[in-house]
């Protein structure tokens, strides 16, 4: 039965559906328990949180994540999953310490000064949660110096950066200057994302990761994690 409940959290995520309302891209799915309803009743039947997380969450995720690069899945569909991974992490969250559950670690995450744009940046934060990982996010237009101040306050072990527009990318530079300037830049990586960046770019500024979507900069923040 846990296995049945895990399967159908798995399948709903990749719907991306949220609650019963929802329809999902299935037809017919109206009505049926989704990601909500699902988590809800493992925690009530005293399911593992780690296996909820892990094979029913993330497994989940890495499906819509395959089919994202197939061209398959279009970015509404990947938000719409990633919106359920996000709600589900939100019930879930209260149990992680009593499950023993450690965060494989924290990252702040920030769309630079001057820019607006938070879409993409949303989606890395929930595929971080549900991978396990503390998230502090500080929102959109964050000034280097907050993002100094939130490192020197938070002490984690990631910066990720955001940027939709050419204009803000150099904003991109000034903030890990201005993690230099503090004496903080190697206490964090920094990995950016957005659409006018890449890697060449991250090169050039001294980030220490690129991500082409959200799924790349997890795998990214992943590999960081265990070198």
């Not at 990633?82 to 969250?93: F, H, K, N, Q, S």
């Amino acid at each position: 039965m846990s296995e049945d409940i895990i399967s159908l959290i798995r399948q709903n995520v990749i719907q991306g559906r949220v609650t019963q309302d929802d329809e999902g891209l299935d037809e017919g799915m109206v009505g049926q328990p989704a990601v909500s309803e699902l988590v809800n009743e493992a925690l009530v039947q005293d399911l593992s949180v780690k296996d909820i997380i892990n094979q029913g969450l993330s497994e989940g995720m890495k499906i819509v994540g395959q089919k994202f690069e197939t061209k398959e899945y279009f970015i509404p569909d990947m938000l719409a999953s990633a919106e359920a991974v996000g709600v589900a992490m939100e019930i879930l969250e209260p149990h992680l310490a009593q499950s023993g559950i450690k965060a494989k670690g924290k990252i702040i995450v920030a769309t630079v000064k001057g820019d607006l744009h938070d879409i993409g940046k949303n989606i890395v934060s929930i595929l971080l949660r549900g991978s396990g990982y503390t998230v502090k996010d500080l929102g959109n237009d964050i000034d280097p110096q907050a993002i100094v101040d939130a490192v020197r306050k938070e002490r984690p072990q990631f910066v990720g950066l955001s940027a939709l527009l050419t204009s803000t990318m150099a904003q991109m530079g000034e903030t890990i200057q201005a993690l230099t300037e503090s004496g903080l830049r190697d206490t964090v990586k920094v990995i950016i994302g957005g659409a006018p960046v890449s890697e060449e770019f991250a090169e050039s500024i001294g980030a220490d990761g690129y991500g082409a979507d959200g799924f790349q900069a997890v795998a990214i923040v992943e590999s960081l994690s265990s070198a």
